[in-house]
């Protein structure tokens, strides 16, 4: 079946430092969606992109759609401690009414 | 608007026992789901609906059971709990599944142990 994977796992960043994470289907998607999971809580859609190539930005926050469609990344530009939690990423594929989380990345920043 | 509600927060189980959680989304949403998040791990698709009386299977449906008589409510029932369904259950609701342009509305979650 469909398996969305995401990299790394884990980060620790200095108060500062930027943040990549990346998302990786293996198959060819329609669409993805991005949300954040702060500690305890639960996820909050940030965003959805549709085309293929397509960057969306929000504030210190860049999306990215993969040409092929099968990956993405999203980049924190000079993170802050309110960065901290999980960000997944979710893939929906055509003629499908459900998405597929990926696996996760944890970021923690360092004061 | 209250969003998306789910009943109860926390729930302890003995092996065996049965139990309903509660959802209800009040956004008049089509598409609801049913997530479960094992400690420290992403959202794995239990069951989900496109509308009333519409449901099908996620990813790790066993052990579960839905069903979808309003637009508003989606209880997740579980017969015969094992410590395997520890974790944490999060409903969602949107107005289009994986069609348009709008993100998924969680509930805050059910925390359910089994011991």
Not at chain 1, 3 to 26: A, K, L, R, W
Not at chain 1, 56 to 67: C, P
Not at chain 2, 70 to 78: G, K
Request: with cysteine; glycine share 10%; aromatic share 12%.
């Amino acid at each position: 079946g469909q398996q969305v994977m995401q990299i790394p796992q884990y980060q620790h960043v200095q108060e500062g430092e930027d943040f990549t994470t990346y998302c990786n289907s293996s198959t060819t998607l329609s669409n993805i969606q991005w949300y954040k999971q702060r500690p305890g809580g639960h996820p909050v859609f940030l965003i959805q992109l549709v085309k293929s190539g397509e960057v969306k930005k929000q504030k210190r926050l860049t999306f990215q759609f993969g040409e092929a469609k099968k990956n993405s990344s999203l980049h924190i530009t000079a993170t802050q401690t309110t960065d901290v939690g999980t960000y997944f990423c979710a893939g929906g594929t055509s003629g499908t009414y459900k998405y597929i989380f990926g696996t996760g990345t944890r970021l923690k920043v360092l004061a | 608007n209250a969003g998306v509600t789910q009943t109860p927060k926390f729930r302890i189980l003995k092996i065996g026992q049965s139990m309903t959680l509660q959802c209800t989304q009040d956004m008049n949403h089509n598409y609801m789901y049913w997530y479960r998040q094992d400690p420290g791990m992403g959202l794995k698709l239990i069951y989900y609906s496109v509308g009333a009386g519409i449901t099908d299977k996620g990813e790790v449906p066993n052990g579960y059971n839905v069903s979808r008589s309003t637009t508003e409510d989606f209880p997740l029932r579980l017969e015969l709990a094992a410590p395997s369904q520890t974790s944490v259950y999060f409903c969602a609701s949107s107005l289009s599944g994986a069609r348009v342009r709008d993100g998924y509305t969680f509930g805050s979650g059910t925390r359910l142990t089994v011991v």
